[in-house]
């Protein structure tokens, strides 16, 4: 597969911060294959490169994502073998969001403008989700007479309830970024030009503490909702295990003991 222009996802590491950015404005970031590849080995990088403690992902332009990119796609009908469209979900759309859900560095999704489609599934499966105000997620796919992908179906129903996962769907209709913010999809609201610098306060927070902790604690939370009590627990108690093992747990536990600030460095 081509590889994406350099220009179209931007890329800096900044205080232990990983920033990846869509750069396709005049589309509004409907993001083509390449740009999905490119964003998916980022965040495999971010995940194995201990220098890196966080990461976010944002977008130039009025346009957080509206979408995949569909210029070039197969047209619909015509002589598809059935499993085509499976295949492509499958090693399309789906894994870009399952690289994101699976990143050990926690993800901030800094959404700037519309995220519609996969784009607004891009943003709700970071761990934490800021919006300029005039930002707005769109459940687009019944618009255009399709099943809503890349994981939206498993995403929603766990943020807002499966009723009003339903709704969204069964509607398409925008959800301004204050609405969001009532319904869960988003943490917090803030002026447009706010919007940088709300995101690198918290990703810079969050690249201070305990990387591997919060890498287990993600992994928890994400699997919460999948699992019984037992399979939970039990998971938990592991997680709790292996971080007991590491540099940062024993600087947190003798922080407190000698009564000052811990100071970790993510190992």
């Not at 492509?88 to 700037?112: H, W």
């Not at 709704?167 to 030009?193: I, Q, S, Y």
């Not at 039990?234 to 407190?256: K, L, R, W």
Request: proline letters at 5%; glycine letters at 8%.
């Amino acid at each position: 597969m081509a590889s994406a222009p350099e220009d179209d996802v931007l890329h800096r590491t900044e205080n232990n911060v990983s920033w990846i950015t869509l750069n396709r404005p005049e589309a509004m970031n409907a993001v083509t294959p390449a740009q999905r590849e490119r964003i998916i080995a980022l965040l495999a990088e971010a995940s194995a490169d201990p220098a890196v403690r966080a990461v976010v992902l944002t977008a130039t332009g009025k346009g957080f994502c509206a979408g995949a990119d569909l210029r070039g796609a197969p047209a619909t009908g015509g002589d598809r073998v059935a499993g085509d469209v499976a295949r492509l979900i499958r090693l399309g759309a789906q894994r870009l969001i399952t690289a994101v859900l699976d990143c050990e560095k926690p993800v901030i999704a800094a959404v700037n403008g519309t995220a519609a489609g996969i784009g607004a599934h891009l943003a709700l499966a970071c761990d934490l989700v800021v919006a300029a105000e005039g930002a707005r997620f769109i459940e687009v796919f019944v618009r255009r007479g399709l099943v809503p992908d890349g994981g939206g179906a498993y995403l929603l129903p766990r943020l807002v309830g499966p009723q009003k996962a339903k709704e969204l769907m069964f509607f398409g209709d925008a959800v301004p970024a204050a609405e969001a913010e009532r319904l869960g999809l988003v943490n917090r609201v803030v002026p447009a030009e706010e919007l940088q610098a709300a995101a690198r306060e918290w990703a810079e927070r969050l690249a201070q503490g305990p990387t591997r902790a919060l890498a287990m604690t993600k992994q928890l939370v994400n699997a919460s909702l999948d699992g019984d009590r037992a399979a939970a627990l039990a998971a938990e108690a592991t997680a709790q295990e292996i971080n007991m093992t590491t540099a940062d747990a024993n600087e947190g536990v003798a922080s407190f003991v000698e009564r000052r600030t811990p100071k970790y460095l993510g190992r």
